[in-house]
């Protein structure tokens, strides 16, 4: 069975805080993406990466940051976390035009 | 840009009571339409991916179709474990990026 894990399914953080999200896939993906659901908002793309080191900032990038120093991690970063931040955080990776498969997701709360 | 729309927002519908789900799309080369559904509190589960026009997929009782501008997603005599909401999102030709409509929230009661 193909998996994406998300390291943590609630987190509380403070205001100001540095917080961090991780991702593993374990189907070799090249593909892997964060995305952030609000309600009435949808899904909204944050930052994408299409290979290790490499990534691209989606359509929401401002106040994150990601990494991927291996192929089946892909970490987003809220350099200093704000409550409007406060949010279902999803990752998701694919292969190529095949469907994505997503984490179970993350509900962050900024305090 | 990218962009899906989907409709209903919301749609409550009686066990047994058969409707449909639109979602419009703009997109500059579909490399691929995707439906899934979502449980409250859960990442989204996939259902189809639909690549060219009249094509048809079928699930138990969820059918996806695709047109140019549009797919839509058919319940045959849904049951109440079919409520979810449903997404829709498109794959364009120059990225793996996939762009998300928001959604129609479905309820089916007894």
């Known amino acids: 069975d193909v998996k994406v894990t998300q390291s943590s399914r609630y987190l509380v953080k403070r205001t100001g805080e540095k917080v961090f999200l991780e991702c593993v896939q374990d189907?070799?993906?090249?593909?892997m993406f964060w995305y952030r659901q609000d309600p009435g908002l949808g899904l909204r793309l944050i930052y994408f990466?299409?290979?290790?080191?490499?990534?691209e900032k989606g359509d929401i990038p401002e106040g994150y940051s990601v990494s991927r120093e291996k192929k089946e991690r892909f970490s987003l970063i809220l350099e200093s976390a704000s409550t409007n931040q406060t949010s279902m955080y999803l990752c998701?990776?694919?292969?190529?035009?095949?469907?994505?498969?997503f984490g179970q997701g993350t509900r962050l709360t900024v305090v | 840009e990218d962009q899906v729309t989907q409709s209903p927002e919301a749609l409550r519908l009686q066990e047994g009571e058969s409707s449909s789900l639109n979602c419009s799309y703009t997109?500059?080369?579909?490399?691929?339409l995707f439906w899934y559904r979502q449980d409250p509190g859960k990442g989204p589960e996939f259902l189809f991916t639909?690549?060219?026009a009249g094509e048809e997929k079928e699930k138990e009782r969820l059918k996806a179709t695709l047109t140019k501008k549009e797919s839509f997603l058919h319940i045959t005599a849904p049951k109440p474990e079919d409520s979810a909401t449903y997404l829709c999102?498109?794959?364009?030709?120059?990225?793996?990026?996939?762009?998300f409509g928001t959604g129609t929230r479905l309820q089916v009661t007894l």
């Open positions: 998701a990776s694919t292969q190529g035009q095949f469907e994505a498969f």
């Open positions: 189907m070799d993906h090249e593909n």
């Open positions: 990466s299409y290979d290790v080191k490499m990534k």
């Open positions: 997109v500059s080369g579909l490399r691929g």
């Open positions: 639909l690549y060219s």
């Open positions: 999102a498109v794959q364009d030709g120059t990225a793996s990026k996939l762009t």
